[in-house]
């Protein structure tokens, strides 16, 4: 909403506990600036941690058992095997060293402090940066309770200095120029600023919805409304209000001074989660006295009053959000006035609605527009499959939904996820059914791809015995499809050749030409390429790209691609194979198709190899060695082929290069992160110099960095501070080291750092 204002004090204090506390929360009243105060440590200590800094938004989510999901989406981790979120995470953070960053968890507290329990035990680099509400109640928690910034004293000005509440002035003063320009705090109304902020107990939310009622008040008008309705408020009494009452009080206010219609809005908006746009805004939020073309107007009044931020500015698709506090406040009055139930089934048809026509629209030029757009409301879809799975008599609509949004939960790497609402709405609607056979097709085709063959294979079958009676042509290719993945996935060639081919056979009978058709052209084509025949491969995969080509389809084009990539390389087509990679590369980037990243990086790393260029093709595989465990076990995908021909390209690369420059260059491509390592395989930027060494150090991440530090001259204090932590586990650190090196002075590891770094740069 504003630039966060100055809270030295506050973040001094938070980095030093964090430095002595693993798990730290930052409690308060709400709209008292946690988050604020978070986001800045957090931003303050990204370079203490090697392995980053990573933000967890949980203020929209109403599933606790989504928070590991959460968690793991945040990071980036796209697990495509079939173990539980909690598990993957656990083996993933085991050896990083990293801040976690976990916001608003006071709706999932039980749920977070679970978490992270389980995390900080298996992962003692690991440190979680909380905020709530209330405690977590952990174990070994911290808390830290954050206060309201502090307040002026308009009858006392200090002499010198810079005055208290300078702070929560300028916040004011900030927010008030944004609805009028022309605003600024001067000599003649100081003192009535800073009695309204006062008066607001310097809550930095009251104080910025207070400031915006400068576009029609003055200050003086201000600060007589909030008296009359503090002085109603507390019957007569001098007794300070409590910080959540003086809250609850100006949120009051504002939404008394919104018009009817307004309030109305900003009631029926808090059953969105996250953002939302002005179609979504419109189609839940008109009716009942709200005229469609209305909603603009109100949206934007909203805005205007600080209730609504509008978010992606210099974006022509705007879109709207609730504070946490307000979302809240409008969801209570809508529960009051009896509409609850009414705008949450409108919700859920208006994202039923966008799934459905996302599906619908698919197969077409405008995969990334719709996949942009149906990622963007990921935390509202979540909202309505929920609806759907704890309404009675909604079940069958929750399949319908969740299996509308396969072609998401695929593109986008999200296969847990998908297969977590599949499954709940399976077990629900257990009647026969043609939305629970269209269902029980995406599930399979998921559990395929996460390894589960015996669950892919059972409901396949199940799909299959439902359709053959009745003749559903559609649902018996989707089934057969799956099955024929299934051989693939299990090395059975022969029998996936022929069960695509029959795939392939039933479409055309149907005259249907959709994702799956081009899915099963690119399978077939895989197919008779791993069993030698490239010609009848690169034939296959020419005509899956003219299908492609003439319908505008983008993403199962990139496997076609990626096909005939591999089927180029095999002929030792080099030139061609890496432009196709890279093809495929931009195609995977632009859909955040993370496991498809993941192996192009891979094979472009083969393909360099078999170029010559081993340098490039050993930094090539460093940065998918990186990105491998965000993803799950690459071998799930290709099994021995994938396996050799890894193999194979590490073995060339080592002889060529020799095992030290092997891996100097193995190590350059572990430092990239996935969007560096993607622009240094396309070719768009250099891979970066050789790290300081970690591969054959006998130093941890952690006592690697302390070494660095000893180096420059740091002391045990500094050192402390620059990487967050106790200066006494500093000093742990340094005598370890020297212990661990056979050394006893900081000069000798001075020295031995400076001997380390030019062995490398030889």
């Known amino acids: 909403m504003t630039s966060f204002v100055d809270r030295r004090g506050e973040v001094a204090e938070t980095k030093r506990l964090l430095s002595v506390a693993r798990l730290l929360t930052l409690t308060g009243a709400g709209g008292v600036g946690k988050s604020r105060l978070a986001l800045r440590v957090a931003a303050g200590v990204r370079r203490a941690f090697v392995d980053g800094v990573w933000l967890v938004e949980l203020a929209t989510l109403q599933d606790h058992m989504l928070v590991d999901q959460t968690v793991a989406d945040s990071m980036g981790i796209r697990d495509r095997t079939t173990r539980s979120p909690r598990n993957v995470l656990v083996g993933y953070l085991r050896d990083r060293q990293l801040l976690l960053v976990l916001d608003n968890c006071e709706y999932v507290a039980e749920y977070c402090a679970d978490l992270a329990a389980e995390l900080l035990a298996a992962a003692p680099e690991v440190r979680i940066l909380a905020t709530s509400q209330q405690a977590l109640s952990a174990p070994g928690e911290q808390l830290l309770v954050v206060l309201p910034l502090p307040l002026p004293d308009p009858e006392h000005p200090p002499l010198r200095g810079r005055p208290v509440g300078d702070d929560v002035i300028h916040l004011f003063a900030e927010r008030a120029m944004l609805v009028r320009p022309d605003f600024e705090v001067t000599a003649d109304n100081r003192a009535t600023v800073g009695r309204i902020c006062r008066q607001l107990d310097g809550l930095p939310l009251a104080v910025e919805l207070a400031a915006a009622r400068v576009r029609v008040l003055s200050p003086e008008q201000i600060l007589a409304r909030l008296d009359d309705r503090f002085r109603l408020l507390r019957g007569g009494s001098h007794v300070v209000l409590p910080r959540h009452q003086t809250l609850r009080a100006v949120v009051d206010w504002s939404y008394e001074l919104c018009s009817p219609a307004e309030q109305t809005l900003w009631a029926r908006a808090s059953v969105f989660a996250g953002g939302f746009d002005l179609d979504a805004a419109e189609a839940v939020c008109a009716g009942d006295g709200i005229a469609r073309e209305e909603v603009l107007d109100l949206l934007t009044g909203l805005v205007d009053k600080s209730i609504l931020i509008r978010e992606n500015q210099d974006h022509a698709w705007a879109r709207y959000r609730l504070l946490n506090t307000l979302r809240h406040y409008g969801r209570d009055r809508l529960r009051a006035g009896g509409q609850e139930a009414v705008l949450c089934r409108r919700h859920r048809d208006y994202y039923l609605g966008l799934a459905e026509r996302g599906e619908a629209e698919w197969f077409g030029p405008n995969q990334l527009e719709l996949s942009a757009h149906i990622r963007s409301a990921h935390p509202n879809l979540r909202v309505a499959l929920k609806y759907c799975l704890t309404t009675p008599g909604e079940s069958q609509t929750g399949l319908r939904m969740a299996a509308a949004l396969q072609f998401y939960w695929l593109c986008c790497g999200l296969l847990a996820e998908g297969r977590h609402w599949l499954d709940r ?129 983008q993403w199962a084009r990139s496997y076609v691609v990626s096909t005939l990539s591999l089927a180029e390389w095999t002929r030792g087509e080099v030139t061609q194979a890496g432009a196709h990679a890279r093809e495929n ?178």
């Open 585 to 762: 590369l931009r195609d995977m980037r632009n859909f955040r198709d993370p496991v498809g990243t993941a192996l192009q990086i891979e094979r472009l790393a083969w393909i360099a190899s078999e170029a010559g260029e081993c340098e490039r093709a050993t930094v090539l595989l460093g940065a998918a060695h990186q990105l491998w465990p965000l993803f799950g076990d690459p071998a799930a995908l290709d099994f021995k082929h994938h396996r050799a021909a890894r193999e194979a390209c590490e073995r060339q690369a080592r002889h060529r290069l020799g095992d030290r420059a092997f891996q100097a260059a193995f190590g350059r491509g572990t430092a990239l992160d996935l969007d560096q390592a993607i622009a240094y395989a396309l070719g768009e930027k250099p891979a970066p110099p050789t790290p300081a060494p970690t591969a054959r150090s006998p130093l941890t991440k952690r006592e690697q960095q302390v070494a660095e530090l000893v180096a420059k001259g740091l002391s045990n204090k500094d050192i402390a501070a620059q990487l967050v932590i106790a200066q006494r586990t500093a000093e742990g650190h340094v005598e370890h080291i020297l212990a661990k090196l056979g050394l006893t002075k900081r000069t000798q590891l001075a020295a031995w750092v400076t001997e380390q770094r030019e062995i490398w740069d030889r």
């Open 425 to 553: 709405a399976l077990a629900l609607d257990t009647e026969p059914s043609k939305p629970r056979a269209t269902a029980l097709c995406a599930a399979a085709h998921i559990s395929a791809l996460q390894g589960d063959y015996p669950a892919a294979t059972a409901m396949a079958q199940e799909c299959w015995d439902w359709a053959v009676p009745r003749g559903a042509e559609t649902t018996l290719a989707c089934a057969q499809f799956t099955r024929s993945l299934l051989a693939r996935l299990n090395g059975d060639l022969p029998r996936a050749q022929m069960l695509v081919e029959d795939v392939l056979a039933r479409f055309e009978v149907l005259g249907e030409l959709s994702t799956n058709v081009i899915l099963a052209h690119a399978l077939l084509a895989a197919v008779v390429l791993l069993q030698g025949d490239s010609d009848r491969a690169i034939e296959l995969c020419g005509e899956g790209m003219a299908l492609c080509e003439r319908h505008g389809e």
